[in-house]
């Protein structure tokens, strides 16, 4: 359930995007929304955002791309007449990007699936996959997120088997000790517990049959991190 103001926001963006090809800048949306400042405008966002009805395209100036809208927002009922929805669907654009989008059951989120990640040794992630996984909206937090099949057992000792489904909560910070999703020499995806000690980064395995792969920092990208497990029996 949006509030007012989101959802003039939300049809605010998508009109100016249908019509100008860019998203408005902040002093715009301010104005649209006869906010006083622009803090309010950040909230906003942030909350379309956590929903999934938005999502921020960072080291981009203006750029925000309306992913759905709500029923109750179709054409008929809110919005100015002849206005037609342009809303993108499931293009996911970028190594890990995630998307939430709301599952047909109440209560749940489908998260794109890109395919398997090894746990064992590193393979490239599988990109180009429309599949998807329905998750329990409270197995999720805040952030965008994604879904990864687990493929190997160097981390059975940490509880995650072959066949598992991860999901992972994107982002570039994690702590030591926890298990990520890292990117080496940005063509290799793997599954594995971090550790950093000054310029190098360790990623750990969880199965004693495997080695600790040591490498230089710049050699190692953080994809997000480990928040939930699906299992099938």
Do not use: W
Request: proline residues 5%; hydrophobic residues 40%.
């Amino acid at each position: 359930m949006l509030t007012p103001k989101q959802h003039e926001l939300l049809l605010f963006i998508e009109k100016h995007l249908r019509e100008t090809g860019c998203s408005p800048s902040f002093e715009e949306m301010k104005e649209a929304l006869d906010l006083r400042s622009k803090s309010g405008i950040h909230r906003l966002i942030s909350a379309l955002e956590e929903r999934g009805f938005l999502r921020r395209h960072k080291h981009r100036a203006r750029a925000l791309e309306v992913i759905k809208l709500p029923q109750d927002m179709a054409p008929e009922s809110v919005a100015p007449k002849g206005f037609a929805p342009n809303v993108i669907k499931g293009n996911f654009g970028g190594r890990l990007a995630g998307l939430r989008a709301e599952a047909p059951e109440a209560g749940a989120i489908s998260l794109p699936l890109y395919g398997k990640i090894a746990a064992g040794l590193p393979v490239e992630a599988l990109r180009d996959n429309e599949e998807t996984v329905e998750v329990p909206m409270s197995m999720l937090g805040n952030g965008e997120h994604f879904a990864l099949s687990v493929e190997g057992d160097s981390m059975v000792e940490a509880g995650i088997l072959d066949g598992d489904v991860v999901i992972i909560r994107r982002g570039e910070a994690a702590d030591n000790g926890q298990i990520i999703v890292a990117l080496v020499d940005e063509n290799e995806v793997t599954l594995k517990r971090l550790r950093r000690k000054g310029q190098s980064i360790a990623l750990e395995p969880a199965n004693i049959r495997y080695e600790t792969r040591i490498f230089p920092a710049e050699r190692v990208r953080v994809q997000g991190r480990l928040v939930a497990l699906l299992r099938h029996y």
